[in-house]
């Protein structure tokens, strides 16, 4: 297992920041038990390190009007390197699609989507996810309710190299 350069302050540090991005730097320090001044350099050096990717707000989609919710499991009929990074790059593109992970196995991709309602879904499905190249098959599921939804890693158990 990859052991990580990080201290139990950075640990504490990704944390917070990881349960409210949104907190200043003076409470992150406040939290975390050390000053602001050392606190924004270890912030800043771990997002240089890529251990911070970025900051979002997690907003409410039926509350912006985004009612549904489909996983859509994608075989492609060509598994070429080339073939692969062109329906990436064509995913890019498709604002329903939120999020597109590549799978071993028998399905390549898993899209998770959201629509305002079945007709725009089934406008994106027919017209652009079926209908683009190389697309050979596509299985849908309706999600119903989540009941755990937790972003990012569970830092409690980043092992650290100390």
């Not at 590549?102 to 390549?108: A, F, P, R, S, T």
Request: glycine residues 4%; hydrophobic residues 45%.
């Amino acid at each position: 297992m990859k052991r990580l350069k990080l201290d139990q302050i950075d640990k504490r540090i990704l944390s917070e920041l990881q349960a409210d991005g949104r907190m200043t730097n003076v409470e992150l320090a406040r939290r975390v038990q050390i000053s602001p001044p050392p606190c924004l350099r270890r912030v800043r050096t771990l997002e240089e390190d890529g251990f911070i990717e970025g900051y979002h707000a997690d907003l409410n989609a039926k509350a912006l009007g985004f009612e549904i919710t489909v996983f859509v499991m994608v075989g492609l009929s060509s598994q070429h390197d080339a073939d692969l990074k062109a329906f990436e790059d064509q995913v890019r593109g498709w604002p329903l699609v939120r999020e597109c992970t590549m799978l071993n196995g028998e399905i390549d991709f898993i899209l998770k989507c959201v629509a305002r309602d079945l007709s725009e879904f089934q406008s994106f499905l027919t017209l652009q996810l079926t209908a683009a190249k190389n697309v050979a098959n596509v299985k849908t599921a309706f999600a119903i309710r989540t009941s755990k939804k937790e972003a990012g890693v569970p830092v409690e158990m980043v092992q650290l190299d100390e």
